[in-house]
């Protein structure tokens, strides 16, 4: 069985940082792509950030690059959302997922497990 665990969110102002951790239980997890996705009130949930097996590919969504930069670190079974330059649209809940693939892929029913999440809230 997969266990994935979301830490680090909180309230945070406007232009603030915030980093996010995902840690993993389980046998596969170092040569799986993995993923953020973040959930609004009233809103679809909606791809973050996906980061390859080896780190060495990462895809973000229009609306968050070049502010946040995803990372991983296979030796300790987790995952990070750096998280910078923050806005309040920023808001919702954040996920970690697992792929079922070692590609990045920014398709929600590519992942097969998902952590309970963590709310990350951007006051204006």
């Known amino acids: 069985q997969v266990q994935l665990v979301e830490s680090g969110g909180g309230l945070v102002q406007a232009g603030g940082s915030l980093r996010l951790s995902c840690a993993a239980s389980g046998r596969t997890f170092s040569n799986l792509a993995m993923g953020w996705f973040r959930q609004a009130p009233g809103k679809e949930r909606e791809f973050v950030a996906a980061i390859s097996w080896s780190g060495s590919s990462k895809y973000y969504a229009d609306s968050v690059k070049g502010r946040f930069t995803v990372s991983r670190d296979n030796a300790k079974n987790t995952v990070g959302l750096q998280m910078n330059s923050l806005k309040p649209e920023d808001t919702a809940v954040y996920y970690c997922?697992?792929?079922?693939?070692?590609?990045?892929?920014?398709?929600?029913?590519?992942?097969?497990?998902w952590g309970q999440g963590t709310q990350v809230t951007v006051s204006s």
């Open positions: 997922a697992r792929d079922r693939d070692s590609f990045v892929s920014s398709s929600r029913e590519a992942y097969d497990y």
